[in-house]
């Protein structure tokens, strides 16, 4: 076990490097900062100064080196834009980002298996069709059409929500139903299709056949062996609860993570976009790694392999 | 025990009551509003701070902190009218002399003083330690405050833009404790202007030296204006509080705070669902749509500055002038304006706006629109139809995609082969790589004189030159002889031949059409828009049914 947590965290350490890297490389290729933040208006001798002040006048190896450098320290640079440092305000947001997306994630789970289950239960029944029906409405929407239409009736029309900003839990409503609604649907589309597949077993019909009570069979027998697809989907939910919700968080002007993204990619403010993504990258890799304990956890097959 | 213990709180409260009621009853009777006004952006810099955030959005913000020396009248022709100085006069060609409103009082309730004017203008405010007096382009102040601001170096591009702002200002005096002269090394008309421009904002000595840092300083200056800052976050919002101690009467609204909503949509809904009292930046194709509502209704105005497409003389096909004359002449303006914009702008006079006063040239105008004309010259230059790229970027500027479009099938109509190429940044639409021939720009005027904006943005120190776009040896030499012609008739002529060059010999840029700023807002809000990004809160300009 001890072997396999420190290559899992080798592997980290070197995916985090890659995406470091690779993201410097392309923003430096991609945009000049000096004339996003100081505007195309500002006279040239402003820009140069800005240019030189934060060193984008050197070449692209040495301003990497100086970098990896300082990371390799905890220092990963200034905002060029708010003059703090890069990886304070990437934390400073966080606690907004996870103020909608866990409460989403809590939605869509809540609101996803249950359904799923459901569906699979009553397969081809009027119930299951209109489930299945509402879920693929539900994750074929965009979500920036989703919040537009929830902005125009509980905001607009009702008037009983706020339509963007975060002055109190009220305004944190229609984002969370926003990104729990595609995150419920794409759950119950998943936990419907490994419950049928499930339920197709030989040893569901044995548990039957046995004359073990059908609740039982569900619970004991069909749910743990179905929880295996549904948890690497919420893997990749949980992994994606700092950065997935860069177009809700836009829409509703919420303060977090994703609208950081789009402001700092947009002005080219380097080291905060890099920052954001290691954030990210590191997050998500522990998601990653959480989701491997679980496949242990919840099937003794991989216990066993692991222990091989 | 108890019973003591009883009487204690009793009486503490009683005491706490006494003290508090008075106060509460006070705020009571304040029955000023306060607004909320949604916005795309509060400032691209993160800083409030003029001489850094040097932006449209940037200009907006300010209006409520800042004041200068000489203000704009906001609901007029943006004419000069007198802000924190009562009165000025010239001592000569050089020198301007300023005499201070008494008892102007900055927003940590110091008065307002010479000295702090001489500060707003010293080199550890604006122009760096660091800056060679020795130079022949020696910029100093003759501080009578030496005491330096230990730990607060000012970012790069602020002394770059105080130099750009004042070019050969030579020293700022104390004359008496409301009595400031302004001397500049070389003749200039243009003091007054330069002095009234957004970054010669006036602010406290006393509050920039007890900031920790710069940043702490542009995070929450310190000047006179109606609003003071109470909270600023960056792309979040800013929190402003009246000014009670203003010199022009107690600010008609208790508090304003702007919110950034960078997307429209949402701005307009929040609007419509009463969250918001103005909006900001409201493409001109979604006012019908908000007009609908009878809550509602949507201001703007035209703006000083201008929409132009820009000519890169040193591509092969762009080198003959006949082939930009040809351009200039290719475009139906007015139809732009009628259809894109559905007439709220207009089409101007060429590089130029009517707040010059006797520096504007009556008569000019942009290029006619002939066709036949263009395909004359074309034929003239022998242009065969080679493909000529146009670079683009995706809506910097409000319908600009959409411009181009309609552009590029005016020019196609005279016979120009104009292709569009979208480009994701302003780095690769400058890119001088032999492909550079046509781009968009917008131009201002940050004072009421053509040196402002012909000179600073198609002189020789202006971006069109410095990035090896266009020159032209006459306008250079008129450039340099205006800035320190003082007569105005020759002043006026030399402007006159530089817009023959720039506009029609010579084509550095052609004018498509003045731009406009759109505000919506609740209809029972009596409230007038300013010709220009700054908003306008004092007394005169607010009421509520």
Redesign the interface.
């Given at each position: 076990m001890l072997a396999f947590t420190v290559s899992r965290l080798l592997r980290a350490g070197v995916t985090i490097l890659i995406v470091m890297t690779f993201a410097f490389v392309v923003l430096r290729l991609?945009?000049?900062p000096a004339?996003?933040?100081?505007?195309?208006?500002?006279?040239?001798?402003?820009?140069?100064?800005?240019r030189?002040?934060w060193g984008l006048d050197r070449p692209v190896w040495d301003q990497y080196l100086t970098y990896i450098g300082h990371a390799l320290t905890g220092d990963f640079g200034k905002?060029m834009?708010?003059?703090?440092p890069a990886i304070e305000l990437v934390m400073e947001r966080v606690p907004a980002t996870l103020a909608i997306t866990m409460p989403a994630l809590a939605l869509k789970i809540g609101l996803g298996i249950p359904a799923g289950i459901y569906a699979a239960l009553h397969r081809n029944s009027f119930a299951d069709r209109a489930t299945m029906a509402v879920a693929v409405a539900g994750f074929t929407m965009p979500s920036f059409v989703l919040a537009?239409l929830l902005?125009?009736v509980f905001?607009?029309n009702l008037?009983w929500l706020?339509?963007?900003?975060a002055d109190s839990p009220m305004y944190a409503i229609l984002p969370i139903v926003t990104l729990g609604a595609a995150g419920a649907a794409i759950m119950a589309r998943f936990t419907r299709s490994a419950m049928l597949e499930v339920l197709g077993q030989p040893y569901i019909r044995a548990a039957s056949a046995k004359g073990v009570n059908w609740r039982q069979v569900i619970t004991r027998h069909a749910l743990p062996n179905a929880a295996i697809p549904t948890v690497t989907i919420i893997g990749f939910m949980i992994g994606s609860l700092v950065a997935g919700a860069i177009v809700v968080e836009?829409?509703?002007?919420w303060?977090g993570i994703g609208?950081?993204m789009?402001?700092a990619v947009a002005?080219?403010d380097l080291a905060v976009v890099q920052a954001l993504l290691m954030v990210i990258a590191a997050w998500m890799v522990m998601a990653n790694f959480a989701v491997d304990l679980a496949y242990g956890w919840l099937d003794p097959r991989v216990r066993a392999s692991a222990s091989l | 025990m108890i019973l003591r213990r009883r009487h204690l709180i009793a009486a503490s409260g009683r005491a706490a009551a006494a003290t508090a009621l008075p106060r509460i009853a006070i705020g009571q009777t304040d029955r000023r509003p306060s607004i909320t006004i949604a916005v795309q952006q509060i400032a691209n810099s993160a800083a409030l701070e003029p001489l850094r955030e040097q932006s449209n959005v940037g200009q907006r913000a300010f209006s409520f902190i800042f004041e200068r020396l000489i203000s704009q009248n906001l609901l007029g022709k943006l004419e000069e009218v007198p802000g924190l100085a009562e009165s000025w006069k010239r001592i000569d060609e050089r020198t301007v002399e300023f005499v201070l409103r008494k008892g102007v009082r900055f927003h940590n309730g110091d008065e307002m003083t010479a000295d702090d004017v001489v500060f707003t203008f010293s080199r550890e405010r604006m122009f760096g330690p660091e800056y060679d007096i020795g130079s022949s382009k020696t910029l100093f102040t003759s501080v009578l405050i030496r005491d330096s601001v230990e730990g607060k170096n000012l970012p790069p591009e602020v002394p770059a833009v105080a130099k750009r702002l004042f070019p050969a200002l030579e020293k700022v005096e104390a004359i008496d404790k409301y009595t400031v002269r302004f001397t500049n090394r070389t003749p200039d008309v243009t003091l007054e202007g330069r002095i009234g421009r957004m970054g010669s904002d006036i602010i406290s000595r006393r509050a920039f030296s007890e900031a920790k840092t710069w940043l702490d300083w542009a995070r929450a200056p310190v000047s006179t204006g109606p609003y003071k800052v109470r909270e600023f976050l960056t792309d979040r919002s800013l929190m402003l509080d009246a000014h009670e101690d203003y010199w022009g009467g107690q600010p008609p609204l208790k508090s304003i705070r702007l919110v950034v909503v960078p997307e429209v949509a949402t701005r307009i809904n929040g609007l419509l669902a009463g969250q918001f009292d103005f909006i900001c930046d409201v493409p001109p194709d979604q006012i019908p749509g908000i007009e609908k509502n009878p809550k509602f209704e949507v201001l703007g105005s035209t703006i000083v500055n201008h929409r132009i497409t820009v000519f890169d003389k040193n591509h092969p096909k762009l080198i003959d002038p006949r082939v930009r004359q040809a351009f200039t002449h290719a475009i139906d303006r007015q139809a732009i304006v009628e259809s894109l914009w559905s007439g709220r702008t207009r089409v101007p006079a060429g590089l130029q706006w009517e707040f010059y006063g006797p520096m504007f040239v009556e008569g000019w105008t942009v290029p006619e629109y002939d066709v036949a004309k263009a395909k004359a010259l074309l034929k003239a230059a022998n242009y065969k139809g080679d493909p000529i790229p146009y670079r683009l970027t995706n809506n910097y500027y409000t319908n600009q995609v959409a411009t181009a479009q309609v552009l590029v099938e005016m020019w196609r109509l005279a016979g120009l082969n104009v292709q569009i190429e979208m480009k994701e940044n302003w780095q690769q639409i400058f890119e001088a790589n032999g492909q550079r021939a046509v781009r968009d720009w917008s131009n201002s005027a940050g004072f009421n004189d053509p040196i402002s904006s012909i000179v600073a943005q198609h002189g020789p120190q202006g971006q069109q030159q410095q990035v090896g776009e266009w020159t032209n040896e006459e306008m250079n030499k008129l450039s340099v002889a205006m800035e320190v012609e003082t007569d105005i008739q020759k002043r006026k002529a030399m402007f006159k031949r530089m817009l023959e060059i720039c506009e029609r010999e010579d084509p550095a840029y052609t004018v498509l059409h003045q731009n406009a700023t759109f505000t919506a807002k609740r209809k029972d809000i009596k409230w007038k828009a300013s010709p220009s990004f700054a908003m306008e809160f004092r007394t005169i300009n607010f009421a509520t049914n």
């Open positions: 991609s945009g000049d004339l996003l933040i100081m505007s195309v208006d500002a006279p040239p001798e402003a820009i140069k100064a800005f030189q002040a905002s834009r708010d003059g703090r537009l902005v125009l905001s607009v008037g706020p339509a963007s900003g836009t829409v509703f002007a303060p609208r950081l789009v402001s002005n080219r | -």
